[in-house]
């Protein structure tokens, strides 16, 4: 079982930077690939970055490409989510979530909240024009 606990959200005005991160307690890291999610008030749940186990993949949704870098260090048990030229349309709590891959998986992401294990509390980010 992991534990994941964000940080680094805030208010921010139009154009700023934050960055977001995920501090997991428990075992094996480096066996999960991790995965940050957003949701709005009155919105869906909605993917915006996953990264595999290696750091060597990554995916984003197409509403972030170019702005948001999701990063991990595996000897930290800390997986970031680095945003700029943040837009109104990123105001949401960020979660921040793992999906257990065992021996045998390949090093993939995963983009579905369905296929993630565990979730943190969330941490609000609002961006003011």
């Known amino acids: 079982q992991v534990q994941l606990v964000e940080s680094g959200g805030g208010l921010v005005q139009v154009g700023g930077s934050l960055r977001l991160s995920c501090a997991a307690s428990?075992?094996?890291?480096?066996?999960?690939?991790m995965g940050w999610f957003r949701q709005g008030t009155g919105k869906e749940r909605e993917f915006v970055a996953a990264?595999?186990?290696?750091?060597?993949?990554?995916h984003y949704a197409d509403s972030v490409k170019d702005r948001f870098i999701i990063s991990r260090d595996n000897a930290e048990n800390t997986v970031y989510l680095q945003m700029a030229s943040l837009k109104p349309e990123d105001t949401a709590v960020y979660y921040c979530?793992?999906?257990?891959?065992?021996?045998?998986?390949?090093?993939?992401?995963?983009?579905?909240?369905?296929?993630?294990?565990?979730w943190g509390q969330g941490t609000q980010v609002t961006v003011s024009s």
């Open positions: 979530a793992a999906d257990f891959q065992g021996i045998g998986f390949k090093d993939g992401v995963a983009t579905a909240a369905g296929q993630y294990d565990y």
């Open positions: 428990g075992r094996s890291f480096s066996s999960y690939a």
């Open positions: 990264i595999s186990r290696s750091a060597r993949n990554t």
